[in-house]
């Protein structure tokens, strides 16, 4: 997911003498750790739905594979609310914006990507001939918000306001004037209503506009800020670790006997997020470790664009609804690994090939 960010500790006030040079932020080797973490869990949660999708969501037609999925859907709710959550500390502690053109780099860093990807995948659904609408109407489309199949770029969407909101806010307590950051977020605010008042006037149907956030991704923003950045003394991890297990049963309750799929702003997904936050926050890498840990998070951003590539052509290939309970868990277990290896190892080729900026 976004790989943009800086994660270290804001130097501490008065550490610098008057007239040096402040000393180097600390890296946050417990974030690099959680934006691994998330990035896995996405992962395990869309091979799941695959298994979902084969029963139609109905045990009836395949109680292995139906519950297989749903399992591996109720561990993953809590990723996409803490890579909110680590926008908002990036932003607001970690790596606040000294001024507009380094925020403006940042969105570039993330848009690009996204619109490169959302190409590779409508070229690609088309050479396989599953497009269900022209290519260029769904290119046209995803101007305005994400569009099948690069249907798990809608979080960029979100993503990319919430930052530039966060940073607006930042610039103008720091005394500067960011012009071109309100007027963006003014253009993302009435978008809607004038594509809107477009269609009424035409009476032509126009893209439904993505570019926004709900009011629960700003409030993980700015409450994961405040989490991660307690420090390591008043991290408490007993309570999360009791409570964990049972925020996940809920979500595993609510899949099924609800509705799937459960809204990021539900209570369980909240406590959930909070529960796995507290856990990973400040817990020390070891030194060995932290090279690869490291690496393996800038890779992050580039294996979640390209996993669902992976999904369809591999995964969808394999699961069945006629799996037994074992069977099905087995073949989760070996697809979600499958996923992993190729996502990662395919980020890590192009950042050795300099096509990180292009390709994330």
Known sequence: MPNDIAVRLPQQKGSAPSGQTAAPREHRFDID?????????????????????????????????????HVAEAVNPFAVPMYFAIAGWAVLVGAPPRDSARMWQRIVRNIVPMFAWTAVYLAWAWLRDRNERPMTELAA??????????????????????????????????????????????????????????????GRDLPTVAWGFGTYSLVYAVGGALLFALPAEAVRRRLPLMLLPLTMVGALWYNTQIHYVMPNAHLFVAVMSVCVLLLVSRVRVPEKWRPRV???????????????LFVEEIVTRFVSPDLSAPAAGLLLVVLVATVMVLSFASSLLWGRLNLRRLLG
Not at 40 to 65: C, K, S, Y
Not at 141 to 159: R, T
Not at 175 to 196: D, E, F, Q
């Open 33 to 69: 750790l959680m934006r691994l973490i998330c990035s896995a869990t996405i992962m395990l949660g869309h091979v799941g739905a695959q298994f979902i999708r084969a029963t139609g969501n109905d045990p009836e037609n395949g109680a292995g594979a139906y519950w297989a999925g």
């Open 141 to 202: 489309d995803s101007l305005f918000g994400s569009v099948q199949p690069a249907y798990h770029l809608w979080f960029m969407y979100a993503y990319i306001p919430i930052i530039a909101l966060l940073a607006f806010a930042m610039l103008i307590k720091a005394g500067k004037r960011p012009w071109g950051l309100g007027a963006a977020l003014l253009g993302i605010a009435v978008l809607p209503s004038v594509m809107t008042t477009v269609t009424e006037v035409t």
């Open 294 to 308: 490291r690496t393996l998070a800038n890779a992050a951003l580039g294996a979640y664009l390209v996993h669902v």
